[in-house]
């Protein structure tokens, strides 16, 4: 059974249209602007689109694989959480960077990729004095090979 959903969108660039995937589950998005970075720099990059999530729905936003590579570029904020309350026609999504290098993006390169998920579940937390699972060992305790 397939949870199929709708999902709105407005281009406020003419960045290419966003299309169903074959391979992978993030979306890419593309540069809605050209844009040049000194090293050094913070710049929020427009991908071009505002997007009106499912209800119950929010969108994870980060770094296409390449992007580092291609750009010198990394997503300050690491990973972007974009609220289905973000979803008015002036709301466009923007990725935010810092410039390890100087560098040049053009309009519509593919710099980012996104993914809907369910919103976290209502949760209950209790206090306990001792866990029930197995202890191991803490932090980086399954070494380094």
């Known amino acids: ?3 199929r959903q709708t999902v709105n969108i407005r281009y ?3 960045v ?3 299309k169903n995937i074959s391979k992978g589950d993030w979306i890419d998005l593309r540069a809605g602007e050209d ?3 000194k090293k050094g720099e913070f710049r929020l990059i427009p991908l071009g689109v505002a997007i009106q999530l499912p209800k119950g729905y929010e969108a994870l936003l980060v770094p296409r694989s390449s992007t580092f590579k291609h750009y010198g570029i990394i997503q300050v904020n690491s990973v972007g959480v974009i609220d289905e309350s973000y979803c008015g026609d002036n709301d466009q999504w ?3 960077v810092y410039a390890t290098r100087d560098t040049e993006i053009s309009f ?3 710099i980012c990729q996104f993914r809907i998920i369910r919103h976290q579940p209502d949760i209950d937390f209790i206090e306990k004095e001792h866990l029930e699972g197995t202890d191991r060992g803490g ?6 090979s």
């Open 1 to 3: 059974m397939t949870d």
């Open 139 to 144: 932090f980086g305790s399954t070494g380094r």
């Open 16 to 18: 290419d249209k966003i």
């Open 35 to 37: 844009v040049s970075l």
């Open 94 to 96: 923007m990725l935010p």
């Open 12 to 14: 406020i660039k003419p």
């Open 108 to 110: 519509n390169d593919r």
